[in-house]
Structures are given as structure tokens and as C-alpha cells.
């Protein structure tokens, strides 16, 4: 198990540690890696997120639009819900422009608040849009006969349930994030920058493509490249592969960057890379043979040429 922050997390994770404890010894995992992308991630899981732009997928959550429509005069409050198809078509396309859907929820509180919200009690949050003040008095006009009822307010119905499965979530990313760290760090070593970089990306936008590009599985084994060090990582076996400053042998072997191929069908590209000689296998009976008659029947014709020569009188020494 590898020491340090990255053991403390993980047990806390297994045992229930409250998220923001294991958010702040994530930040400071990250500190120690120099990973800025983790940095920012638990930072901002802490803190809150400072729009709604960039907020990762999971944070946006599902709820009911609701209305609260009175008489007139203010009394005799009733509620009822409310939905995209019902909006004015001129409404409906200007929030389609801004990549708005009325029923999701960006949910950009620090987990501090989001437990605090999960622990009240109530089975239903009341959550006020950013679109309400505009939605209100379009409302007002033509969703409602304003001679008997108006619109008192619009506000998203989110329940508690969905809410205490953000928190999950949040917690299951943790248990990804210690898990994938471990399975790229040696055991007693600390996370490099690039697999909690790597990490972090895969947490937020789901694309393991990253993590991949990490660990690299050959034939009869797996090599997991060295990030940040001047180590290499050796690949062997048939077919293998290794991406990095690495080393892979054997037949069919192929490699990208700094590195070195060999064996039959091998491949190496990249600057400073090496295509290794075959190793030529030694020469059969008969084929030495052939070469040694070759070398007779040369050495015959230029003593039968030195033999004419001398005959006309021509001495070479």
C-alpha cells in the first residue's frame, strides 16, 4: 500500500471519513504531486464552484419547476409545476441559445453546504433559479388570467434524495481517484504530476483514454510508464507495446518517442528512437558449403590466369 496522504485517503474513504476531510488532504495531494488540475478540483469542491460554466456533468441534477399562484391579492397560495413545453416560444428559444434547460439544476455549493442541506430534514429543497426574475412577468402575462390569479414565484423542487446522490457521487469520484492513483503508483512512492493529472481529467470528464495512455498492457504482462523520472519502462512479449521513454522486445514489438525497438516486425518511432539489429540466425551446412565452392572456383580461374601469364614470359614478383 503506498504511503502517505494517498493511504490516509484511501482509509478514509473505506471508513466513512466526512468529505470535506478528505477533500482537504486531497488539495494537499495534489500540492505534493504539482498537480494544479487536482488542486483545483478539491479546491473547488470545497468552496463552491464560481459559475455554472464550468461545473462538472454530475453536479447538474434533475428537478421539478414549480409555480406558487395566488389570487390577486396575494392570498390563498396553491402550487403546481411547471414545464419547458409550456414557455412562450420566444423564451423557449432564447434559453435553448444559452444551452439552458429549465429542469436541470447546476449545483454549484461547496460539499460543506450541500451536507448541511442533506442533514435538514427536509424531503424537498427550494431552490431559486437564475432566470426567475426574467420568467416571472412573461408568466404573469400569458400563462395565467391575471383578472383571478397571479404568479407569486417560480423555483426548482429538488428532493433529498437526489441531492444526498450528488454527495455519493462525490465520494464514489474520491474512491476512483485513490484507486487509479494507486494502481499507477509503486508501492512507499508518491503520485507523479502526470497520474494525478491524468486522474483528476478522468474524474471530471469520464474519458479513460487518459489513464490508458498511462499504463500500457502487453502480452503477458502490464507496463506503466515512468512520468516525470528518468527511469524507462521495459515492454516484452509478442505484440507488445510501450508508449514513453521506454523499452519493448520481442516480435511484433512497437514503441512511440525516445525508445528502443527490437526483434522481428519491431517498430520505433519518435526522436531518438532505435530499431535494434536482428539477430541473424548462423548459416546451414549446405549453405557454407555454397559459400566455400564460390571461393574455390575463384581462387582456380586466378591461378590458371597467373599459370598463362607466366607462360608468356611474365613474372608478377
Known sequence: MSAGLLAQIEAGVLEGEPLPSLLQKCLVLGG??????????????????????????YRMLH????????NPWGYQP?????????????????????????ESIPMNMGVGELDA?????????????WWSDMLLPVLN?????QEYTRVQDVYWALSNSTLKGLLVQIRTNLAELVGELLALTPDDRQPTKEAADAVTVF???????????????VTGGTAVATQGGESPVTAAGTGGTAIGSQTASSEGASVVG????????????????????????????FKRFRKRGMYVGIATILAAVVGVL????????
Not at 520505433?268 to 535494434?276: E, F, H, L, P, Y
Not at 608468356?312 to 614478383?317: H, K, V
Open 32 to 57: 505534493r504531486a504539482g498537480s494544479e488540475k487536482m488542486r483545483d478540483w478539491a479546491r473547488q469542491e470545497l468552496n463552491g464552484y464560481p459559475g455554472i460554466g464550468g461545473l462538472p456533468p
Open 78 to 102: 396553491k402550487t403546481t409545476s411547471f414545464s419547458t413545453a409550456q414557455l412562450p416560444d420566444q423564451l423557449s428559444t432564447f434559453l435553448k441559445e444559452k444551452g439552458t434547460v429549465l
Open 310 to 317: 607466366q607462360l608468356l614470359g611474365w613474372t608478377p614478383w
Open 258 to 285: 525516445s525508445q528502443v525497438a527490437s526483434g522481428d516486425g519491431s517498430r520505433a518511432t519518435g526522436r531518438d528512437s532505435t530499431q535494434a539489429e536482428p539477430v541473424t540466425s548462423k548459416d546451414g551446412f
Open 141 to 145: 402575462e400569458h400563462y395565467v388570467d
Open 63 to 70: 428537478a421539478q419547476v414549480k409555480l406558487t399562484l395566488t
Open 203 to 217: 474524474i471530471l470528464s469520464g474519458d479513460r483514454n487518459v489513464i490508458t495512455n498511462l499504463r500500457q498492457d
Open 117 to 129: 442541506m442533506a442533514d435538514s430534514g427536509k424531503g424537498e429543497h427550494h431552490l431559486l433559479p
